[in-house]
Structures are given as structure tokens and as C-alpha cells.
Nanobody, 125 residues
Framework: QVQLVESGGGLVQTGGSLRLSCAAS????????MGWFRQAPGKEREFVAA????????YYADSVKGRFTISSDNAKNTVYLQMNSLKPEDTAVYYC??????????????????WGQGTQVTVSA
């Protein structure tokens, strides 16, 4: 069973940085491609960043491109989201998620089978 556990959220000032981590159960990366999503109060869950099926290429939402970076450490079964130049509009609960590698729709939440519990990121003005 795939388990995903996020950590690293918190309160940061505008312009600050945070690094989120998502620890996955063993062998997750051999079957699943990973992504990050976020959900602000009263809004739908939205795509943030993801790997393609091989893990070699990345996708980013336009709103975070150039500021956020997704990466992974396969030896630690962990995916990261480095967030720089944070803005108040980045405030949300951030989720990591896993989709089957055969699914070629990295930005669509419904394509992801497994989700972590989420970690709160709050950016103060």
C-alpha cells in the first residue's frame, strides 16, 4: 500500500522560502510518478508541479514557474518541493500525490491514486 507523508510546511514572510518533503513507502517511485498540488480555502485543488512518467522531466504551473522546484531522492523515497520567493497567494494546504507512471496527465488531480495528508503553508504579507 502506498503511503505518502508530507512535512515542512509553516509560516513564512513574503519573499521567504520553504522546502516541503514527501516521504513515500518503498518501491513507490518504480510504479508511480509524483506530483504536488495545493488547495486554498474556498478554492479547488490545483496543480503545482510534477514529474513525467520517467522522472526525468518536470511540469510546473505557470503561477510557480521559476520560483518552485520539484526534486526527488530515490534512495530516500522522498520527493521535495523547494519554494522560493513566496507570495501570500501561495498560502494553501500542499499535498503530494502519486499517479501510475502510465498515466500521461500530470496536471489532473483525478488521475492521482494516492494522496498525503497535506501540510499547511502560510505566507504573511
Amino acid at each position: 500500500q502506498v503511503q505518502l507523508v508530507e512535512s515542512g510546511g509553516g509560516l513564512v514572510q513574503t519573499g521567504g522560502s520553504l522546502r516541503l518533503s514527501c516521504a513515500a513507502s518503498e518501491r513507490t517511485f518504480s510504479t508511480y510518478a509524483m506530483g504536488w498540488f495545493r488547495q486554498a480555502p474556498g478554492k479547488e485543488r490545483e496543480f503545482v508541479a510534477a514529474f513525467n512518467w520517467s522522472g526525468r522531466f518536470t511540469y510546473y504551473a505557470d503561477s510557480v514557474k521559476g520560483r518552485f522546484t520539484i526534486s526527488s531522492d530515490n534512495a530516500k523515497n522522498t520527493v521535495y518541493l523547494q519554494m522560493n520567493s513566496l507570495k501570500p497567494e501561495d498560502t494553501a494546504v500542499y499535498y503530494c500525490a502519486a499517479r501510475l507512471s502510465s498515466v500521461a496527465a500530470p496536471t489532473v488531480p483525478v488521475e492521482y491514486r494516492h494522496w498525503g495528508q497535506g501540510t499547511q503553508v502560510t505566507v504573511s504579507a
